[in-house]
């Protein structure tokens, strides 16, 4: 027999009662979702962050004293983070701290909803479900990892990647022999490939320093392959490849 999972611990953070009264109410109505509490402002979200195990943390982005983005830079792990605020010009900004989704108010159930459902999705690629036990899975110093590639655990040994890819709300996760799309963020990634073997180069990528076969101009080779270098990650670049 198949236990349900647990649902989703999340805390609302916001100045404004109405808002969140209604992301309350949301949260009430989503079964694969608890609250274990709300927040008027950033600074005792901190503290609650720092005592309470929360999945999803549910955060406006203006608020007095410290505002949600400034919460994020703060946080050394974070839960998977939906962003909701009154103005969409901060939608670039936010998606720069690999939330999950970013809502503008009124927010309507409806897309709450999908919200909710990517945070759900994402928890599970890095808690993985459906049959696999948090035992059987690799340790951090294995060879390989487990990602979920349409509703499937796929095995993707390290030595085979050659890089990854940001898309939107997926990565591409590229072999020699294939590219397995995967719902996840590039933090997510990062902390589920060895630090020894993979580094991030650019906003959009991460290689497999093992089959860097030059750097030429900016670019990374990977055999065939190419994948920019972002200039604020050029110092860290040089400084891993002497190194390594």
Do not use: W
């Amino acid at each position: 027999m198949t236990t349900a999972p647990a649902p989703l611990r999340c805390l609302v953070v916001d100045d404004d009662p109405l808002s969140v009264q209604i992301v309350r109410n949301c949260v009430e109505n989503t079964p694969f979702l608890t609250l274990v509490g709300t927040c008027a402002d950033a600074i005792r979200a901190s503290e609650v962050l720092r005592t309470e195990p929360v999945d999803v943390l549910l955060l406006d982005v203006e608020m007095p004293l410290m505002s949600g983005l400034e919460l994020l830079r703060t946080l050394s792990r974070r839960p998977q983070v939906i962003l909701i605020t009154s103005n969409p010009t901060y939608a670039v900004e936010a998606f720069e701290y690999d939330v999950v989704d970013f809502l503008v108010k009124p927010i309507t159930y409806a897309r709450f909803l999908k919200a909710a459902q990517k945070a759900r999705e994402a928890v599970e690629i890095h808690q993985p479900s459906g049959g696999v036990d948090a035992d059987t899975l690799p340790p951090p110093d294995s060879d390989f990892t487990f990602m979920k590639v349409d509703n499937r655990l796929i095995k993707i040994p390290f030595a085979d990647v050659l890089y990854v890819e940001a898309l939107g709300d997926y990565v591409h996760v590229v072999t020699e022999a294939k590219k397995h799309i995967v719902y996840a963020t590039m933090k997510q990634i990062e902390s589920r490939f060895p630090e020894s073997r993979f580094l991030r180069v650019h906003r959009s990528f991460i290689v497999n320093l093992t089959r860097i076969s030059a750097i030429e101009d900016g670019t990374i080779h990977l055999g065939s392959k190419q994948v920019p270098i972002g200039q604020t990650y050029l110092k860290d670049v040089l400084t891993r490849i002497n190194r390594f």
